[in-house]
């Protein structure tokens, strides 16, 4: 524990963005060699390599067959036929149709089915990847032939292949349990991705959505943005929010979860698993069903203002398109009544696991409690929870659904598109969605992505957590 | 070394090899395969169709769907195709799950709904001189599913079934007792409240100032473009240029459509704060039903909310067939100006939509479709679909014999006080602007006075013209 | 004796402070989900018909309409198919997102720290410009109306969220680990015999966590899900119409309830399980 907080000093006083900067130049200065040696790699095997090695040049898993590496050669050789066979039937003219989109338009009132480009750009990019992943395969078969090679012509018995499979779940475990949830995201989060990004290079949106046809544009569609007028002021006024509303919502669900978590530590307090159960009730009810609740309560004829008339004062319009910073306090608070739970959960659980000791000594030097959380409590929370603080941050940036529940699509004057509480992404979302331009929202969130992450991977970066993990190991 | 290069450079030429000839033959062929079309309505009805019909919850709820499915099963049975519900909801896209193959068959929306699919072909253009009730619905109705349908010429794309329009409802046991002598100015011996948007206005303040702000007289939230854009038509706006279909000609702010912004003032007014948000608008049926409204403007297929809030409130069967009465929309002062009766009255203008049957082009039964969509749109089913559900139909035959309110709509439409919604695809940019702007109206009758934006006429006038820039933006800016 | 006279009034003003915030707090956590339960309870359908707070008059009505009015609003239907989908995508994502966090947190290895950046990073994107090729890519798997294509997009997202349990790995002594190796053991036995017992109660957590998101979620099932007989409760509660407030609330009420089950069952793990103490020196 100690040594964790001498470490964060210690990370204080060097200027962050200086040791960034050398981590950069040093990337650059090792790649020439990184370059070098992989080279250097490929030239050995080229020059090296014997008839056997030449053969699964050839054919995939000849080498090894000749080798009687029986299944590592079989294996390889099932690869080959398997990528050919999808080659021949599909993947060349999904291949081809990446570039040209498509040739024919379908008419499905007299029955002609032509091409659906977007399903075109989708299978291409698929059958891309199924070229890179052969590419992989085919040097993995190459190089393992030559280390057959290798252990051979040393005399050594070449590894049997079921202590190749035994070294997957040992020392390779990690491949063999990375390998599901890697596809996973591959196919279910990176493609989708990828295809968006990919989407801002075309003309697709407006009124070119299937069954027309699509082309590639090139950078056209961000030439537009950058010279669009009206674009620039409402970006760097919603953005300007954007980054406030981010850094005061996660700050007040972090601290408000962990002042939660604190109160409900306290010795003093009896029944604690009944009172964790109010917030956790929160977190129980759907997000968007509490967000529709909270819109009803502010709204004009809710209870709130009923309260309000009744008592003989004038309603309030906490949402209508003058209310401004009231509707922007709203949502920070609809956000934090609906993400403190789970903080304070986390925030328990991470409490229960310090070391009492150093509070222990705290007491015996007479520093007050409210010393002794700045001193103790907040540098290890803030330590042991800066990834999921980092996540919570973006998640908020991108918060789409509190000021689209509350408050609904609006816009105002001095905005493009926009009302004065939007974030970027609902901004997105009006333009994009509602408007059907997906090429244009495609090249926007680009634009905000680029943007975003640099931020938030420097702050990542420079975290203590992400350069020292091993402090508790 | 030269063999082992060799021997890679090979690898990759005949992966390459594969990949570009088998590609480009791909290509070549799929582009070969086109040409051929054929015409899908034959006449010839296709054994063992199953049909999948999406029709609104409304109609499902009521139990009108069922007895439709069940005739038309019957009827059909020997020529062996039946339909189903499509068991999807109500507000499903087709040109998202269409193309696809999970959209329905045989889809009911609305005209702005159904239009929109016209531009990607998403539904067929029908024969409509062979269907029975091609002479019977009116003219107007048939314009909202007119579009071209690829030749050049127009082409009907959906059957209306039935015309949606604002019909006005009141408590009439709550009119004032003396209207008689009071409120009968022009002496036809309807109450003047009922008939012009004016005495509308002066009994609402009167009944607000009387019962201390508990009670109120025309109530409604101005949120919804579908109810508030009447206004401004009335006093010569208009939405879409060319018949509502030139999307490069926005004219909110045309003619002297401000008069028709500060009638949206003055009204609201005379109302609270909730008109600004839509906080009255499902309020509705149980503030007409507590007395606390006396009337409020909505589409006539909610009527049985309001009979159902009344029995909750404890009238029986009899008082409340006497006194939830629908009417007329009331006549505006030409003028626009609700205390100033001096130059006479116009017409009020809403805005109303025709629904329809279309026929998806994915489907593989175009021809039972067709029947279906015929026999739903038969004399006695629209009747059926009337009695059961209330709507206003788009036939003349069935619209002539039935009374009361569907009669109103059907007749306002003749007269081209109902503007049917743009059926372009466009008109789906106009919603968010316009309902910013009518809150923004709304809520300048309660700004303090140093804070009111639009004082005067020209300040409305601008603020119609930033609008239509602001729907032009959306529709062309980004395009 | 005069120290202690001081101390005590002192603290029972702490003790009081601590109660009144503690309720002030649960009001407030409370406050909007009573007037949800409230309104559930209340005879009419609209909620514009309330007295300030409270509904006009009571009934267990929406409830029993809830189950038994079936014909166009299956909630007991709906209800089925969420359990079965959460349910199966907290099992698969959950043992996903284990083995993910424990690998990033034992192993190391070239392209680690490059893939943590870039689960980072992937979340910035917006999620719902990438649901067209999540839908477009579903339509060529043949996966439209098929709740194990949800499943697969729900288990297949968990492991994105691996931070939380790689920090409760990070916090496990690697001696433990050490030791068992000198004994021979492979490190897939190490994560079976040894690993997985210690993480039980993160374990737990997870399971709540990757439960309530597909129990919670309306835009998936809505892109996916086309058929109303195989909807989510989400899907089904935003369809129903305005005057059917009360069927809403008593819908979104009874939602609550499994999660608030799991709660009182495993509360013991949950705190405990976000604390990596019970392992800790």
Known sequence: MSNNVSVNVKEKKANPFVSLGNKIASFFKNLPSTLNKKLAGAKEIVTQGNGKVCASMCIMGLGQLMYKQWAKGIIYLLCQVAFLAYFVLKGASDFIGFFTLGTTESNAWVGIEGDNSVIMMLMGLLSIVAIIFYIVIYIANIKDCYSIQCSVDTLKEPKPFKKEVGALLNQKFYKTALALPIVGVCVFSILPIVFMIIIAFTNYGGDIVPPKLIDWVGLDNFARILTLGQFAPTFFKIFGWNILWAVLSTAINYFAGLALALLLNKKIVKGKTLWRMFPILAYAVPGFITLLAFKYMFSYGGPINQMITEAGGTAIGFLDIDAGWTAKLIGLFANAWLNIPSSMLLATGILSNMNTDLYEAARVDGASPFKQFVKITLPYVLFATMPVLISQFISNFNNFGIFYFLRGAMYMDGYFLASDSDLLINWLYNMSINNNYYSIGAAISIIIFIITSVISLSVYVLSPSYKSEETYQ | ?479 | MKKKKLFKPQKLFNIAITYLIILAVCFVFLFPILWLVLASFSKTGSIYSFKGFFPTEYSFDSFVRLFTDTQMYNYPKWFANTLFISIMSAFIGTALTILTAYCMSRFRFKSRKAMMKTTLVLGMFPSFMTMTAVYLMMTQFNLINQQWGLILIYSAGAPMGYLTQKGFFDTIPSSIDEAARIDGASNFKIFLKITLPLAAPMIVYTLLSSFVWPWSDFILPQLLLKNKDLWTVAVGLMTLPTDEFSRFAAGAVFIAVPIVIFYFALSKFLISGLSAGAVKQ
């Open chain 2, 1 to 479: 070394m030269g063999k082992n290069i060799s021997a890679i450079v090979a690898h990759a030429a005949v992966i390459l090899a594969i990949i570009i000839t088998l590609g480009l033959v791909g290509a070549f062929m799929s582009g070969a395969d086109a040409g051929a079309g054929s015409e899908k309505f034959t006449g010839e009805l296709e054994q063992g169709a199953v049909l999948k019909v999406l029709e609104n919850d409304t109609a499902k709820r009521q139990g009108y769907f069922d007895e439709l499915l069940a005739a038309f099963n019957e009827e059909y049975a020997q020529y062996g195709i039946s339909a189903v519900d499509a068991n999807l909801s109500e507000s499903t896209d087709l040109e998202q799950d269409g193309p696809y193959g999970y959209g329905p068959d045989v889809l009911y929306q609305e005209n702005d709904k159904l239009m929109r699919y016209v531009d990607g072909r998403h539904i067929l253009p029908l024969p409509v001189n062979d269907i029975e009730c091609f002479d019977e619905v009116s003219e107007t109705a048939w314009k909202a599913f007119l579009a071209d349908d690829g030749s050049g010429s127009q082409g009907v794309f959906a059957v209306p079934v039935n015309v949606q329009g604002p019909l006005l409802y009141y408590r009439k046991d709550l009119l004032p007792e003396n209207w008689q002598q009071e409120w009968d100015d022009d002496g036809d011996g309807i109450c003047d409240i009922l008939q012009y948007w004016t005495d509308m206005y002066r009994f609402s303040l009167e009944r607000r100032e009387e019962s201390g702000g508990k009670q109120f007289g025309y109530m409604r939230s101005f949120l919804e473009p579908y109810f508030s854009l009447g206004y401004l038509y009335s006093y010569g706006g208009y939405t879409f240029g060319k018949d509502n279909t030139d999307p490069s000609d926005i004219g909110h702010s045309a003619g002297e459509a401000e008069k028709g912004a500060y009638i949206i003032k003055q009204l609201a007014g005379a109302m609270d704060e909730r008109c600004i948000d839509d906080s009255v608008t499902t309020g509705a049926y149980s503030a007409i039903a507590s007395g606390e409204f006396f009337a409020t403007i909505t589409t006539p297929d909610v009527y049985t909310m309001f009979v159902d809030e009344m029995k909750a409130a404890g009238y029986d069967d009899e008082f409340i067939a006497e006194n939830l009465v629908a009417a007329d929309i009331p006549m505006l002062p030409a003028s626009g100006d609700l205390t100033d009766e001096s130059q006479g009255f116009i017409p009020c203008k809403m805005m109303g939509g025709v629904n329809g049957y279309a026929i998806s082009s994915y489907t593989n039964y175009p021809n039972a479709a067709l029947a279906f969509v015929n026999f739903a749109t038969s004399y006695e089913m629209i009747s059926l679909r009337n009695e059961m559900l209330g709507i206003s139909p788009a036939r003349q035959d069935v619209a002539e014999e039935v009374q009361g309110s569907s009669a109103i709509i059907s007749n306002n439409l003749a007269e081209g006080n109902i503007v049917v919604m743009p059926s372009i695809k466009e008109n789906a940019q106009i919603w968010t602007p316009l309902q910013t702007l009518f809150q923004d109206l709304a809520r300048d009758a309660y700004r303090r006075p140093g804070e009111i934006k639009y004082d005067t006429l020209e300040k409305l006038k601008q603020a119609l013209v930033d609008v239509d820039k602001q729907i032009y933006d959306a529709i062309f800016t980004l395009a």
